[in-house]
């Protein structure tokens, strides 16, 4: 297959990366763990934890699942924000031989329930804030053991009594919940705290798990905003691949922090996603430390801990760059150490993309993933200098082609799905045979559901998603387009384009606005929509709107505007 991409690669970029020097993702954290023993690993709520004593505190729990007797393979499900509890967990459950499955801490007890059930996992281990959407929703699942966590259990002593304290007593965070001590079959349930769970695995010796690339280390599940959602399966070679080709991608811009365990990479988005998860794992891999986040709604806050000691890598999506931009003391940081401003699990708009280097003096550099891929499948060079608005290159060892719906590879510069293969590619959805089927291609592909373009230097730029597409009179509109454009008129903080049934034209253009500038009207934008895009591409509506519905993880929800009334 030809690559052009290999050529426009930076300096120092290998083409190929090469994952069988780990046996798993164990072998690789066991190896940091141990290099690292001393070096600080995380900072939250100005509390550090150590390597050392995240190798420890994972090896204690990792053993207190082994003494569960656990069936090999059992998935273990974490409802954890960015907190220590999180690391600990994750590295436990791998370390021990057992399967992730990441949720959403904001699911409805519908949502929990379909994940639970679908996954299989007979075990949880979940914040007490969250536990009353458990109580709503265990029934009928097959958790057997409740591990329940508080804020302030890895954070120490005094400190952590008072933080658990403060969030129960005085913010009021954690509603009343009773976890049911049976399950629907009338057998006993086992409901422990966190803490004791840590406190009995230190007297336990952990099992080495024998573990290969190919043993299933996540259950990633997919948004799920267009139906309900799917379990990636995601092997220790999958996340091994993921981590190595990001270390090779973001090393050139952090060469100028010196050492890479001096590199801070901050923890915003949410660790059960799974673009912060691969960051999470590249920081292990080299020996760095994250700056865990546990509110990154609460923007004052987060600025304020920004302030405090100098940050190298910034990932986040569109929304949230945006969030930071509109902080009047977010602009008065010292932006000289700002390595990477990684931007994906959305398109980033070219408005915000602007104002960002404006404000920082760092390039927004945008990148695209799925679930599916471990996250990154393709980016632009960190050492870029302006905004491409384009997807980027394929990372070492990935190949993208673009393909047509009968599966054929189409020519440079023609439209098509954006389809790829790699070692960081998913064997299939959990237990979905008929899905996994859907999506790859006969030539080892998967197919992504996006549209996209490929020019001849190998970078890619995305129309837009298929379902998306908006249909006026025969042509096609995609809603990226209009609001990268949109998000350049002066006044405009965001925007969402959608398409509604309409009579005379099949489907109509619909623009949802948020504003900075009250005085902003609809004329306005209309004017500088009729400067700046074809009449078919003209929207018919426009409404202004307090804020757009998103996701947890800051993707604007269309559905729910095509929807609204």
Excluded at 204 to 233: E, M, R, W
Aim: a neutral charge; charged letters at 20%; aromatic letters at 8%.
């Amino acid at each position: 297959m030809n690559k052009p991409w290999l050529n426009a690669y930076p300096a120092g970029v290998p083409h190929d990366i090469h994952p069988e020097q780990y046996r798993s993702v164990v072998h690789l954290l066991e190896d940091s763990f141990k290099k690292n023993a001393s070096a600080p690993f995380s900072v939250c709520l100005e509390r550090w934890m150590s390597y050392g004593e995240l190798d420890e505190a994972s090896s204690a729990f990792g053993a207190w699942l082994q003494s569960l007797n656990l069936p090999e393979g059992s998935r273990v499900a974490i409802m954890l924000p960015n907190i220590p509890q999180f690391a600990t967990t994750m590295a436990g459950v791998l370390r021990a031989g057992f399967v992730c499955v990441n949720v959403n801490p904001l699911y409805t007890a519908r949502e929990l329930q379909h994940q639970l059930k679908d996954s299989g996992a007979t075990t949880i281990v979940i914040l007490e804030n969250f536990a009353h959407t458990l109580q709503d929703a265990i029934q009928d699942t097959a958790i057997d053991n409740v591990v329940v966590a508080s804020m302030g259990d890895m954070l120490g002593g005094l400190y952590g009594h008072w933080i658990t304290f403060a969030v129960r007593h005085l913010a009021r965070m954690v509603p009343a919940f009773k976890i049911p001590l049976t399950n629907a079959n009338g057998q006993s349930r086992k409901v422990v705290s966190f803490k004791n769970a840590l406190s009995s695995g230190k007297s336990l010796q952990l099992k080495a798990a024998s573990l290969t690339p190919d043993s299933i280390a996540f259950l990633q599940y997919t948004g799920g905003t267009t139906g309900l959602s799917k379990g990636a399966v995601l092997t220790h070679g999958n996340i091994v691949a993921a981590i190595l080709q990001a270390d090779t991608w973001f090393s050139p811009a952090v060469v100028r922090v010196g050492h890479v365990n001096k590199i801070n990479c901050i923890a915003a988005l949410p660790l059960y996603h799974i673009f912060a998860l691969t960051l999470c794992f590249l920081t292990m891999r080299w020996g760095a430390h994250m700056t865990l986040i546990p509110n990154p709604r609460d923007i004052p806050k987060f600025v304020e801990v920004l302030k405090k000691r100098p940050f190298h890598l910034l990932p986040a999506v569109n929304t949230l760059f945006n969030a930071l931009l509109l902080n009047p003391q977010f602009k008065t940081l010292d932006f000289s150490s700002l390595c990477v401003s990684q931007a994906g699990g959305m398109a980033a708009s070219a408005g915000t993309a602007k104002k960002w280097q404006e404000v920082t003096g760092s390039t927004m550099i945008e990148g695209w993933g799925m679930s599916e891929t471990c996250a990154i499948g393709t980016n632009n060079p960190v050492i870029a200098n302006h905004f491409s608005g384009n997807i980027g290159l394929p990372l070492p060892s990935i190949e993208i082609a673009i393909k047509n719906d009968a599966g054929d590879s189409l020519p440079i510069g023609e439209s098509g799905e954006i389809c790829i293969k790699g070692p960081n590619v998913m064997t299939g959805y959990y237990m979905q045979p008929e899905e996994t089927a859907k999506v790859f291609t006969p030539d080892g592909f998967m197919r992504t559901g996006d549209i996209g373009i490929m020019d001849a230097e190998g970078y890619t730029r995305i129309v837009d998603r298929k379902k998306d597409m908006i249909l006026v009179s025969g042509f096609n509109v995609f809603p990226n387009e209009l609001e990268n454009v949109i998000s350049l008129c002066p006044g405009v903080v965001e925007c969402a384009a959608v398409g509604i049934p309409d009579e005379k034209q099949g489907e109509a253009i619909k623009i949802f606005v948020v504003r900075s500038d009250v005085t902003l009207t609809e004329d306005d934008i209309e004017r500088y929509c009729r400067q700046n895009l074809t009449g078919y591409k003209m929207p018919k509506y426009i409404e202004f709107r307090d804020e757009l519905p998103k996701t947890n993880v800051g993707k604007v929800l269309r559905r729910e505007l095509r929807n609204s009334k």
